[in-house]
């Protein structure tokens, strides 16, 4: 078939007015044009008046870094050529976000951070609530049952739905370290009718590289998957799949059920790629798990005194944010930002530096974070509606400073600004979550395993269907 022609667009009709009509269409719109004019000149003059009157601290940028507010608004506009989120022009408009000074002049973190003017002991706290979350992850490990779909190693596709062999490498690694921890923890039940939540044990991180699949036939896959697992076992047509989850690591898993509309509304995910601004990402019903460059051994400590760098980073430039971050901050001498690979070990800067900036790049999700953690140094957070690791347990105040993308061209001030004691709290809270953002084979307590297991916990339904006998099989 051709292709179809679009529709015709709609003709006004030319109607004849009388000459003495003729003027009025003219004057009219030039009229309404002034009177618009008039009314917003005096609605400009009446905000000064009352701005004028009012007592603000609003910190001038240019004071901060060499430059007017308006070539910082200009740089950040220019090297930012994606939109964030239609915020850059609100860079003065949201007070929360604007940087002030006190009366005296000085830098005020608590207007950035809520970490001072009487909130800084609020934020002390690593956990959100220790005890609670103390109590539930022992009824979590008392009680917690998962029926994972049995899969046999003759299956055509038995490298996406089994766990690996092997040991496991690589970026994406989180989603195969939970299903190898998953398989060899007391959590698995092989009886259905006491399972709190059914497990899709596919991969995306295989399916991606696995030529009969690919990337563009993940949804395809998927969509096949549900199909069969829900003619072949009732548990699926119970709830629509309220009850089931996966797991992905790679960015790429937010399409898996593209083609699967109901799951995509009931399935619960368990991703690394959380960003609030995914179509396909529900921070109620799906959680995020970090992202975690394999290592093994003790994770190194080091004294604060021999971190000589304030702040490092190093990746590819693949994002407006780390063009942003590269055009100011380069050639810092406090600032390490390098862009491309480190022809020395990442561990010598990690160690070397109080503070470790996670950027965007492609998507929210790096790996930088749980490094960060694991050498001790305290992460920058510039990832806009990041949904965070464990963001339901951890206080994030309290261990990592999170910046807008927008205050990248203050950033220096704002890291300088954290006086010792507070850098000294948010240090220790990281040295003490870093246990968090760990994978152990067979898995341990409190592990990167563990939390997110306790994360679907928390997404469980209170009320567990049960099976009749007849309903056992289909």
């Not at 790996?367 to 992460?379: E, N, Q, S």
């Not at 000294?424 to 898995?443: E, K, T």
Request: aromatic share 14%; hydrophobic share 40%.
């Amino acid at each position: 078939m051709g292709k179809k022609s679009l529709p015709l667009l709609y003709q006004i009709p030319q109607h004849r007015f009388p000459a003495t009509f003729k003027g009025f269409f003219y004057i009219l719109p030039i009229s309404l044009a002034l009177t618009t004019l008039l009314l917003i000149f005096i609605y400009i003059s009446t905000i000064s008046d009352v701005s004028n009157n009012q007592d603000r601290t609003t910190l001038h940028l240019e004071s901060l870094h060499g430059s007017s507010s308006a070539s910082i608004t200009s740089l950040i506009e220019q090297t930012l050529p994606v939109p964030f989120d239609n915020d850059v022009d609100d860079l003065y408009a949201d007070p929360s976000r604007t940087a002030r000074l006190t009366k005296e002049g000085k830098w005020s973190l608590g207007e950035l951070f809520g970490l001072n003017n009487g909130n800084f002991m609020d934020n002390k706290e690593a956990y959100h609530d220790g005890d609670l979350f103390f109590e539930d992850y022992k009824a979590m490990n008392r009680s917690f049952k998962i029926y994972v779909y049995p899969h046999s190693k003759d299956q055509p596709f038995a490298n996406v739905l089994l766990p690996p062999e092997s040991n496991v490498k690589g970026n994406y690694a989180s989603e195969l370290y939970f299903k190898k921890a998953l398989m060899k923890s007391h959590f698995v039940t092989k009886d259905p009718g006491e399972a709190d939540l059914f497990y899709m044990p596919f991969s995306v991180s295989p399916m991606r590289t696995d030529p009969r699949i690919d990337v563009e036939g993940i949804p395809d896959y998927v969509k096949s998957y549900i199909y069969n697992i829900s003619h072949k076992y009732p548990y699926w047509n119970r709830t629509g799949g309220a009850d089931h989850f996966y797991v992905a690591c790679h960015s790429i898993g937010k399409t898996a059920m593209d083609k699967s509309f109901v799951a995509k509304l009931n399935v619960i995910q368990l991703v690394c790629s959380s960003t609030y601004f995914s179509a396909s990402y529900f921070p109620h019903k799906d959680a995020s798990m970090p992202q975690v460059w394999p290592r093994e051994g003790d994770p190194p400590n080091l004294l604060t005194s021999k971190r000589k760098k304030l702040a490092f980073f190093a990746g590819a430039v693949n994002s407006p944010v780390r063009i942003a971050l590269l055009k100011v901050w380069a050639n810092d001498t406090e600032i390490f930002a390098h862009f491309g690979r480190l022809h020395t070990p990442y561990s010598v800067q990690l160690l070397g530096s109080k503070f470790c900036i996670h950027v965007k790049g492609f998507e929210v999700n790096t790996a930088r974070i749980a490094d960060a953690l694991y050498y001790g140094c305290v992460p920058v957070i510039l990832a806009n509606h990041y949904d965070l690791p464990f963001t339901d347990i951890l206080n994030w105040k309290s261990l990592a400073v999170v910046v807008h993308h927008i205050d990248i061209p203050v950033l220096k001030k704002i890291l300088q600004g954290i006086g010792l004691e507070e850098y000294l709290m948010l240090q220790s809270n990281a040295l003490r979550v870093r246990r968090h953002f760990q994978w152990n084979v067979p898995p341990v307590d409190f592990d990167a395993f563990h939390m997110s297991l306790y994360e679907l916990w928390r997404r469980r339904s209170a009320v567990r269907v049960r099976l009749s006998a007849s309903m056992e099989f289909m």
